[in-house]
């Protein structure tokens, strides 16, 4: 569960990357695509094999979702409730071993690469929390 | 038995040689501790473990965190016999430890996770790629000899 101040340190983070949510964005997809290449089987119609224009633009089409669900971070079911049907009905993301997991930690890395020291074990655990709780939501309708 | 190439075992080797594994070790620990509360479980003999402050700065936390990465460095010394070098390591986790090897690739991912934020943009997606890898490999020999 988010506690008060895991919810603070999610913002303060985003704060920290506002403007450079597409390059982060493009860079965890990317990195996804790299270390779990089964995830690219969810975009067959993309080009994987740099990180190319349709990469970029998908990156910051999530992180625009994500930083919905950080402004909203009080009632991610509303802010995802869309996504959530889009993920169930349409695009079917296996849930179990849900590929946000790995998202998840790519995105994490990202961050990590960017913050450095900045990325303490307290931020470390709220932004996974924080995923952990936007993946429980997406899946929620899934059956 | 898993291949590696050249360039994965370059990419392994050369941040390997860069980390300070005593440092790291207790960072990773410390974090698997946080991050994944319920795996302090294992560890109730470690005193203080109340608060990230305390767990960070718990000395049993680090030294044993140091311990867990240096064994980590016989693996990166022995890539091409991960069985046999995890062997009696992975009986310890189960029969005495009762670890469930779930709690191992969470501990890999925690060390991505540090590794990232230590080298910034030097851990490349190539290089987080041969270590996922790695951290993967490691993790399936310790739970190799469960039963």
């Known amino acids: 569960m988010l506690t008060a101040e895991d919810k ?4 303060q983070v985003w704060g920290k990357v506002c ?21 690219k089987t969810y975009f067959p119609h993309f080009d994987t094999t740099k990180c190319s224009d349709q990469i970029h633009g998908h990156g910051k089409k999530v992180m625009a979702a994500l930083t ?38 790519c995105l994490q890395v990202t961050l990590a690469t960017r913050l450095g020291k900045d990325y303490t074990p307290e931020t470390h655990s709220a932004l996974d929390k924080f995923m952990s709780a936007v993946a429980t939501t997406l899946a929620e309708k899934y059956r | 038995m898993v291949h590696w190439t050249a360039e994965e075992k370059q990419l392994i080797t050369s941040v390997w ?30 005193g203080n473990l109340s608060s990230a402050t305390a767990i960070v700065g718990n000395p049993k936390v680090r030294a044993h965190g140091k311990k867990v990465l240096t064994s980590f460095g016989d693996a990166i010394k022995n890539l091409d016999n991960l069985k046999g070098t995890y062997s009696k390591l992975s009986e310890l986790h189960c029969e005495k430890l009762h670890v469930d090897p779930e709690n191992f690739r ?24 041969t270590w996922q890898k790695l ?13």
């Open chain 1, 8 to 11: 603070k340190l999610v913002q």
């Open chain 1, 19 to 39: 403007g450079a949510e597409e390059e982060i964005g493009a860079d965890a997809l990317w990195r996804m695509f790299h270390s779990y290449p089964a995830t």
């Open chain 1, 68 to 105: 919905n669900a950080v402004k909203n971070i009080d009632n991610l079911r509303q802010a995802l409730s869309e996504l959530s049907n889009l993920h169930a009905y349409n695009l079917r993301v296996d849930p179990p071993c849900f590929s946000l997991q790995f998202l998840s930690l």
């Open chain 2, 17 to 46: 040689g860069k980390v300070d594994v005593a440092e790291c070790g207790a960072e990773a620990l410390a974090r698997l501790l946080i991050v994944y509360p319920w795996t302090q479980r294992f560890f109730d003999n470690f």
């Open chain 2, 106 to 129: 969470l501990l890999g991912d925690i060390l991505i996770i540090v590794l990232a934020a230590h080298f910034g943009k030097d851990f490349t997606p190539t290089c987080q790629a």
């Open chain 2, 135 to 147: 951290v993967g490999v490691v993790a399936h020999a310790l739970a190799r000899n469960y039963h």
